[in-house]
């Protein structure tokens, strides 16, 4: 029975020992070799008295080891947290600090640049060094154990006691107050849509499946665990191919992939730069995508290109992971000019209110509420915030049902599938990630010249958002906006630094007094027309 | 300013969060400072400053490994 994500390893482990499990440039673990690995990660954490209750943060690129550990670290009863290794180390430190990781798994790099963060991180108990070779001389503070030096394969140390809601891991997004907010995520919430789409999108052994996304956005958890769940390989994505679109087209097709997962973004990148003509991709049978709109003009190209392929547009916020589906038929009306996100999941239901309360009917609009065993438990920490988004179930007052409300706007169409129609807050979505306007705007503020800020997104078929700042400066002090973009790479990931920052002496007001995001709105579109035209 | 300190000084306010120590030896992708959206911003970059086109079958790694590599790219094209 499997109700853990380690059960899907035992499993393929034992069914296929010699089979590949992940692949990572020249290197290829088969799941005999993924299943012992990832038990020596497990016994040091476990040696160090890490386990059930306790979470451990991963810092290091993608890499077949950054697999192995997060699979170590499930296996002694731990929950993951993955950071995303190029984000400025004060971001990165504030996750882990907030979670209170006892462990950390990362690299030598890594550890130069959290240097200074390190003294605040007192929970840490024991750090892996992912590329250590276990000859450089132990540091002070938390015990540091090398890759080189990890204990024996001793299977005892997989943590029996753990149960499905048990968290497996947290992802930590952009919080509008400023800060990220770490989602809690369990080994129940992962295998709902792990089945899902192993079924749905019928993976089996034979599969070759994309690792794309970074580790620490969820779509590579469909990446990881279906592969692991099938007895698949995932083959994962390095910087040196897939930041370059004409070698990333030819690593599909050579690496013969067969089931690809990206944001739409990343697909556009290939259509328009990847030369994708050059190869045939025979293998390729499967490419969903998620995490935010496909222009239409730019889907149909890409379905023209991968003409093999079936495509389908996944939808769900990190909360839920993957909640709603649609099948994109080759034979696309060629009027629409909207894909929907279509109908829910396997065991997974959604529902639509109304401003009035009411649940929607076909035709109607609202905000899209989801219930089933794939939500959160909550957002770490933040127990108001919790309860802002898991609500009691509106539609049946008998018993406390938790639902999540997604913030979400969608219209139903008359089959009861759904489009997306926006969003309720200033949330935007930018290649895929999700960007609370607000935590960029907080990040300004801790600039001492700035007075006000406001960020504002713009539409942009290629990326989905373009972000751009105008600020006002406190009076008698100078700023720059180059200063203030590079204040804010000192605390944001870079797709959360605005492409511009505007400095004015004031920001227009609306009649109340209030910043008047409108005009300011006609600002940042007004340059851009400019720079649009040929 | 030659191209090479037009260069390292994107790097740097760009790229590395305006990290000063970086010289033109850096490694730019084993040392994770370019990410998708940098590498298309530091191909516009080159492009409007030196007024050459990057083909997109130049686009690979060799070429932007360090800011010495993306120096040689940029000579190299314009004596197409």
Redo the contacts between chains.
């Keep these: 029975m499997a109700y853990l994500l380690t059960h899907y390893l035992r499993d393929s482990a034992l069914k296929y020992p010699d089979r590949p499990a992940v692949a990572c440039r020249d290197i290829v673990l088969t799941y005999g070799e993924l299943d012992s690995m990832s038990d020596r990660v497990a016994a040091a954490f476990t040696d160090a008295g890490i386990g059930r209750g306790d979470r451990v943060g991963l810092c290091l690129?993608k890499s077949e080891r950054a697999v192995v550990a997060m699979l170590g670290v499930l296996k002694a009863g731990a929950a993951y947290v993955p950071v995303d290794?190029?984000a400025?180390a004060a971001r990165s430190a504030y996750i882990l600090r907030d979670c209170a990781v006892r462990g950390l798994v990362t690299t030598s790099?890594k550890l130069r640049d959290f240097r200074d963060e390190m003294p605040a991180l007192t929970a840490i108990d024991l750090i892996i060094r992912a590329d250590g070779t276990g000859d450089e001389p132990a540091a002070h503070g938390p015990r540091r154990i090398d890759w080189a030096d990890l204990p024996g394969d001793d299977s005892s140390t997989v943590n029996a006691r753990c149960i499905e809601s048990d968290p497996a891991y947290l992802l930590y997004t952009s919080g509008s107050t400023g800060n990220p907010k770490g989602v809690i995520l369990s080994h129940r919430h992962a295998l709902t849509f792990v089945d899902w789409s192993a079924a749905t999108f019928q993976v089996t052994a034979d599969d070759r499946l994309s690792n794309h996304a970074p580790h620490h956005f969820d779509l590579s958890v469909f990446d990881i665990y279906v592969a692991l769940c099938t007895g698949a390989c995932v083959d994962i994505v390095t910087?040196?191919v897939?930041?370059?679109?004409?070698?990333l087209a030819k690593w599909i097709d050579e690496r013969r992939i067969t089931t690809w997962y990206s944001v739409p973004s990343?697909l556009v990148?290939l259509l328009l730069?990847?030369?994708l003509e050059a190869f045939e991709y025979s293998a390729l049978r499967t490419i969903l995508f998620a995490g935010e709109v496909f222009p239409m003009k730019y889907l149909r190209q890409v379905m023209q290109q991968f003409g093999k392929a079936e495509f389908h547009n996944l939808y769900g916020p990190t909360e839920t992971n993957v909640c709603t589906w649609f099948h994109v038929a080759h034979d696309l009306d060629p009027d629409a000019t909207e894909i929907p996100i279509g109908h829910g999941c396997a065991n997974t239901d959604v529902f639509a209110i109304d401003d009035n309360g009411f649940e929607v009917r076909p035709g109607g609009t609202g905000e899209l509420y989801v219930r089933g065993p794939a939500l959160l438990h909550g957002y770490w920490g933040l127990t108001e915030r919790t309860r802002q988004s898991l609500v009691p179930n509106p539609l049946q007052p008998a018993y406390v049902e938790p639902v999540y409300r997604t913030g979400d706007l969608v219209r139903m169409t008359d089959d009861g599938a759904y489009y997306f129609v926006g969003r309720r807050d200033h949330m935007v979505k930018s290649?895929g990630y999700r960007i609370e306007l607000g935590e960029i705007e907080q990040a300004l503020y801790q600039h001492e010249c700035v007075r006000e800020a406001v960020v504002l997104a713009r539409a942009d078929d290629e990326?989905g958002a373009r972000l751009h700042a105008v600020v006002s400066a406190v009076a008698g002090l100078e700023v720059t906006e180059?200063e203030l973009?590079?204040?804010c790479?000192?605390r944001l990931p870079?797709?959360m630094v605005p492409e511009t920052v505007l400095v004015r002496d004031e920001l227009p007001r609306t009649s109340t007094g209030k910043v008047d995001r409108v005009s300011l709105q006609k600002i940042i579109e007004a340059p851009a027309q400019e720079a649009d035209r040929p | 300013m030659t191209l090479t300190q037009e260069l390292l000084r994107f790097v740097r306010e760009e790229l590395a969060g305006g990290s000063p120590v970086i010289d033109e030896n850096e490694p730019l992708i084993d040392g994770g400072l370019i990410d998708s959206m940098g590498l298309m911003q530091l191909i516009t970059f080159i492009e409007d400053r030196t007024g050459v086109r990057v083909p997109d079958d130049e686009v690979v790694p060799d070429n932007f490994q360090t800011v010495t590599s993306i120096d040689q790219l940029v000579q190299r094209l314009k004596a197409r």
Excluded: I, K, W
């Design positions: 690129p290794p190029a400025p790099r910087d040196e897939g930041l370059f679109p004409v070698r990343a990148r730069h990847g030369r290649r990326v180059q973009r590079a204040f790479g000192t870079r797709y």
